[in-house]
């Protein structure tokens, strides 16, 4: 008698089997998605543009001079000028 070993199932091509348990997402999900946060960065690029603007505070000029101190006296301590404690 002659034994002859069954072949083993080969898949040629595209091997297209549908998985319940699968995590894939199918593409017309992405599109979802896509389009989801398309609409909600479009709309908070409009509500921004039509909203009214409120001006900015001025500087002060005196913010950007330098503040007298007083006198300053050498902290051996620290290495640097200190203001003078009365």
């Keep these: ?7 083993k199932p ?15 997402m199918p593409p017309h999900i992405f599109m979802l998605v ?3 946060a398309g609409l909600i960065a479009g709309y908070r690029m409009a509500h921004r543009a039509i909203k009214p ?7 002060d000029v ?4 330098p503040r ?5 006296e050498w902290d051996e301590a620290s290495g640097a ?3 003078r404690h009365h």
Excluded: W
């Design 53 to 59: 603007r409120t001006p900015d505070k001025e500087p």
């Design 10 to 24: 080969v898949h040629y091509g595209r091997v297209t089997v549908f998985n319940p348990q699968s995590t894939a």
């Design 68 to 72: 007298d101190l007083g006198a300053l």
């Design 34 to 36: 896509a389009i989801g």
């Design 81 to 83: 000028y200190r203001p």
């Design 1 to 7: 008698m002659t034994s002859c070993r069954r072949p």
């Design 62 to 65: 005196a913010a950007n001079e």
